[in-house]
DNA sequence: CTTTCGCGAATTTTT
DNA sequence: TTCGCGAAAG
């Protein structure tokens, strides 16, 4: 009986191996069931990647491993989503369910680690994650706190300098201050400071999140090991984009069975800048040696003109490897080249595109636009409004920028770590309850003098003598408020759910009242968004903790605090919901790992794409391409690529060249549009740009009556070369020439015959 | 203490 | 164009 049982679970184990390799290439099988040892995948553009990532998890169960021995890592919540969504599919057939298994995003698994071993780890169990904005004002801070001048350290460069540092797992003790130049003992000394201020707050940057966990598995041989003999297997997804610190958590995270399987594309990195590091990929082998290297070179997703024209493109790298891709898709159509007048008939024809696409069947959420800075939406967006085309912006972390709703946060922050300064400096007046500059200086003078954090300060009011008691007042009734919410959030009298207790907290704050009193637009907007909050703290769900299956219910302040690492860990690309019947529009990079049958990319311009901020450098510029490269490969059936020669930029309008990277693809595999007429087709000055072309008649002021032979667009604006009749050829700038079209009425070419 | 105004600087990409 | 900061007014 129990035999039988044996036997047939042992059947139905073959029958769903079988399931899981039968529709897959060679290379994709060898990929899924090499289950022992290192594993190094080379996975082009729509090669099948989440595919033989997820069916190789399945195997892997299939095989008795326990799901819990699993560990599959991420850069994006929506890339681990989806990991578990495919993986689940694909168990539920055979009734098995994916309990048990990690998978998740680098960082939030890195968070969940620090909160498991604070000790070890050195950090506070609640400690808060600082996003771009709450670092931006830390960094500001210690600027000033190491006597430096704000005007030339801006956080923006600082906070890079100190990523950098974190990201090659340099401490502020460890950075080499003592020697070195001024900027290095400078940036030692902020570094330094900027520390000291997220410790005393209880906060890690994102940077922390990887440098904490990678130290404390460097340091300490106990969490190493006891981690290592959980996971058993590690996946590590876009392993291009890890850097130094990923790294050295991998390596650690991998025993002595060394079954680790990565999964990237070198030509697919594009975070350089954020300190990936491309040699990670490119020497693996060597990291680990004997491994096993699978190439998977069939594309599934594109037809041949795109494949073959970013194949084009992107062999330039010197990077480059050389690899051969393929698909059997067929040709397709070309891959289309336009330029335009300016950015709003760029958008206008981009919109025109899709209309027609969507009339010949396509829904509108298989079309995307894709451009390199997010300023780049405002126009299309615009179009897209006007046309009644349903669209959204893939911009999920704009939201929670808002300052209405960090204010928000700020308070639930203050609940969960009464440490957190940097949310307590921001809301402690917001809306406006008399605690003003000077009273917020006494009180740091005093926090100062005792060595006590601002929070701790406050606590202690009554001790601050210099305050009015005015202020004092205030803060008084501001501390009890807060205290009051964390008493009711942590089991205090009253039960609420995380909604209600998100909308009595802003409610009480004074944040709603400060809004509803005026009627301004805005003002209308911010309360929306407001109620936008609450409605997302109630379809929010805890992840499930894998560990105890009857895991007791969360407390209101334990719910506060994991969601509020959940919304500091979205990314941009999470938003992307593809039950939603709306055109996409995002930036190059919040677009990997996605693809759609119909892509437009706008603004191919030199200093666009690619950024002009990499057009010195041979490196970055690479990483444009392959930034390109990475836009090309999301069609799977159609793609478009435009410029405007003219651009308005933070107001001012410059005249553009197109990106020298369409010059960089095949002939044979393109269809440019945008070859004869410069202008587009609503000209300049009034003239009909039809006119403007080669074998028009023209009147100049002094050369008097000629014929345009060539029109260039150029850097300084276009040219044309005309033949004047009796000055011969003359190059001139159109914009500038005061040319006059003359009607063929009076064409004097008549009986003359000029050589075209 | 709060609000408003004007000036200057700046945005590449994001976990 | 938009944001953020500092100064000046209310």
Aim: aromatic letters at 6%; hydrophobic letters at 40%; glycine letters at 6%.
């Amino acid at each position: 009986m129990v035999e039988n049982q044996i036997k047939n679970t042992m059947d139905q184990m073959e029958e769903s191996m079988q399931e899981l390799t039968r529709d897959l290439t060679e290379a994709q099988i060898e990929a899924v069931t090499t289950t022992s040892g290192p594993l190094l995948v080379l996975a082009g553009p729509g090669s099948g990647k989440t595919t033989v990532v997820t069916r190789r998890i399945a195997w892997l169960l299939a095989q008795g491993i326990p799901s819990w021995q699993l560990l599959a890592l991420t850069f994006t919540n929506k890339a681990a989503g989806e990991m578990r969504d495919r993986v689940q599919s694909l168990l539920s057939e055979t009734g098995q369910d994916q309990r048990g298994l990690t998978i998740m995003t680098f960082h939030g698994f890195c968070a969940r680690l620090l909160r498991q071993h604070a000790e070890d780890a050195n950090v506070s169990p609640n400690f808060t994650i600082y996003d771009t904005t709450d670092r931006r004002a830390a960094l500001k801070q210690a600027v000033r706190n190491a006597g430096l001048d704000s005007s030339n350290w801006t956080p923006a460069s600082v906070g890079e300098a100190i990523s950098n540092c974190k990201n090659q797992l340099m401490t502020a003790e460890t950075h080499d201050s003592g020697s070195g130049d001024f900027y290095t003992r400078s940036i030692g000394r902020v570094y330094k400071e900027y520390q000291t201020i997220l410790t005393r707050n209880d906060a890690v940057d994102f940077d922390d999140l990887l440098l904490k966990v990678a130290l404390m598995l460097r340091d300490n041989e106990a969490v190493r090991t006891s981690l290592q003999e959980r996971f058993q297997y590690l996946m590590i997804d876009e392993y291009q984009d890890t850097n130094q610190a990923q790294f050295v958590i991998a390596s650690a995270l991998v025993g002595p069975q060394r079954n680790i399987c990565v999964v990237g594309d070198p030509d697919q990195s594009i975070y350089g800048w954020r300190g990936a590091d491309i040699t990670n990929i490119l020497d693996f082998e060597d990291q680990f040696q004997s491994a096993k290297v699978v190439s998977l070179g069939r594309n599934f997703r594109s037809t041949g003109h795109i494949v073959d024209a970013s194949a084009n493109l992107i062999q330039r790298n010197t990077s480059h490897r050389e690899r051969t891709l393929h698909t059997e898709l067929g040709e397709g159509e070309k891959v289309a080249v336009a330029g335009s007048v300016d950015e709003h008939e760029e958008a206008q024809e981009i919109v025109h595109g899709f209309r027609q696409r969507f009339i010949e069947g396509t829904p509108w959420r298989e079309m995307a636009v894709l451009y390199r800075i997010n300023s780049m939406s405002r126009v299309l967006e615009q179009k897209f409004r006007d046309a009644q085309i349903p669209y959204v912006v893939a911009r999920g972390t704009a939201f929670y920028e808002r300052a209405e709703i960090k204010d928000a946060l700020s308070y639930l922050r203050m609940v969960v770590n009464p440490r957190d300064d940097v949310a307590m400096r921001r809301v402690i007046n917001t809306p406006p309850r008399g605690i003003g500059k000077t009273s917020l200086d006494r009180l740091e003078k005093h926090a100062i003098l005792n060595r006590l954090g601002l929070g701790e300060a406050l606590d202690q009011v009554e001790e601050v003598p210099s305050l009015t008691a005015r202020a004092r007042t205030s803060m008084k009734r501001f501390i009890e408020m807060v205290a009051r919410w964390r008493f009711d959030a942590d089991g205090g009298s009253l039960v609420l759910d995380l909604p209600d207790f998100v909308s009595k907290v802003i409610k009480e704050s004074g944040l709603e009242k400060a809004f509803r009193t005026s009627s301004s637009e805005e003002d209308i907007a911010r309360l929306e968004n407001l109620d936008e909050l609450v409605t997302a703290a109630a379809e929010w769900t805890p992840p499930s903790e894998d560990e105890s299956e009857e895991a007791e219910p969360l407390t209101i302040l334990q719910q506060i605090a994991a969601w509020l690492e959940s919304i500091a860990l979205v990314s941009d690309a999470d938003m992307v919901d593809p039950e939603n019947g709306t055109v996409t529009l995002m930036s190059l990079h919040a677009a990997k790992g996605l693809e759609f049958d119909v892509v437009a990319i706008a603004g191919l311009e030199q200093g666009l794409l690619p950024h002009s901020r990499a057009l010195e450098d041979d490196v970055e510029r690479e990483e444009e391409r392959r930034l390109f490269y990475v836009g090309m490969t999301r069609a799977r059936r159609i793609l478009r690529l435009s410029y405007a020669h003219r651009r308005t930029v933070r107001g001012i309008t410059e005249r553009t060249m197109a990106s020298q990277f369409l010059d960089e693809l095949p002939a044979e595999s393109m269809d440019r549009q945008d070859t004869t007429d410069p202008w587009g087709s609503t000209g300049v000055k009034g003239v009909s740009v039809a006119d403007w072309q080669v074998g028009a008649t023209v009147r100049h002021p002094t050369f008097g009556l000629g014929m345009i032979r060539r029109v260039v667009p150029r850097p300084r604006g276009t040219t044309a070369t005309i033949e004047f009749v009796e000055y011969g050829h003359r190059t001139l700038l159109v914009a500038q020439a005061n040319l006059e079209i003359v009607s063929p009425d009076e064409h004097p070419w008549e009986g003359i015959d000029i050589p075209i």
